[in-house]
């Protein structure tokens, strides 16, 4: 077994290369970060993150989008990540959450819940996503302006982890939105230090664009890392107005699967604005142990959902 120490620039011994598409059976594949909204408002919302972004999305926004691209790309369960930006939203967006896991079995969709720095009665609201069996939050601090280091922030994540709930948060940069960043590494420390949450997941591999500093600060702390929007090509509605972002080479991802474990890597896309079958695809060929695959693809996903 390789071992590894925190921080180390890593190798990658041959003998551990094992592409997933000689496996003969396929590995169910579990996607922790992905993104619907209601049918009514699915085409406005994916039309402005899109025009913000400057990225093309993969469907439509809407649940059914969703189930169609996870049939042509294999995914088995889908897990929505609800952004509150309404501070007296966040009931409803949890009761609608509770609608889509109604019909999981037939979807294979599954939605966290979510909730605002500013929603009152916190406590409530967090009591209702765990009787809702939601299982968890999202957090974007960039979404809503507030530093993921905020005390609104923090009594929210001690209470949603004081109950058991799942912490995704957004971390560094937000395509779409530009800096300051609501979620550096640096706070993510802070709060890793003061609050201990049992279960945070940072998507974007710990923070989009910040990865150098990622491995530097935080490969021995206790979080995840879900691999949303860090591998792969660039889609740009318009090339000429692109922007000079970067997304993580096979090398550095497999450095960071293996400086924090392949027991912290949550297989994620951020769907619609990834390809699951690309992501798969391209995780598949790396020179990542069949092990090491089934921990990012599905075991760590059901480890925390409790499947
Ligand atoms: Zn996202």
Redesign the pocket.
């Known amino acids: 077994m390789l071992k590894s120490k925190f921080g180390n620039k890593l190798f990658i011994s041959p003998e551990q290369t094992v592409q997933y598409h000689d496996k003969k059976e396929k590995m169910k594949i579990i996607d922790f970060?992905t993104?619907t909204f209601p049918d009514r408002i699915a085409e406005g919302a994916i039309a402005n993150l899109s025009a913000a972004s400057n990225t093309v999305p993969f469907s439509d926004g809407t649940v059914s989008g969703l189930e169609k691209c996870m049939k042509e790309d294999g995914v088995d369960l889908s897990v929505v990540?609800p952004?509150v930006t309404n501070p007296v939203k966040a009931q409803n967006i949890n009761h609608s959450a509770a609608e889509i896991n109604k019909k999981t079995d037939e979807t294979g969709i599954f939605s966290l819940g979510g909730i605002h720095p500013d929603t009152p009665d916190y406590k409530a609201v967090l009591d209702e996503v765990k009787a809702l069996g939601l299982k968890g939050i999202k957090l974007?601090p960039d979404y809503v302006k507030v530093g993921f280091n905020d005390i609104r922030m923090k009594r929210i994540m001690a209470y949603a982890s004081e109950i058991g709930l799942i912490i995704v948060t957004?971390a560094g940069l937000d395509i779409g939105l530009y800096p300051p960043v609501f979620c550096t590494v640096d706070q993510i420390l802070e709060v890793v230090r003061e609050v201990q949450p049992e279960k945070l997941v940072l998507?974007?591999m710990g923070g989009w664009q910040l990865w150098d500093e990622v491995v530097e600060k935080l490969a021995d702390k206790k979080v995840y890392l879900d691999t949303?929007?860090s591998i792969g090509d660039f889609h740009w509605v318009k090339e000429e107005e692109k922007k000079d972002f970067r997304m993580l080479t096979d090398d550095e991802f497999v450095n960071m699967v293996r400086v924090f474990g392949s027991g912290r890597i949550l297989f994620a896309t951020?769907s619609p604005?990834a390809s699951a079958g690309d992501y798969v695809a391209r995780i598949g060929k790396m020179p990542l142990t069949d092990e090491e695959k089934e921990d990012i693809f599905h075991r760590n996903a059901e480890r925390l959902l409790d499947l």
């Open positions: 970060h993104h990540l952004v974007h957004h998507a974007h949303a929007f951020d604005w």
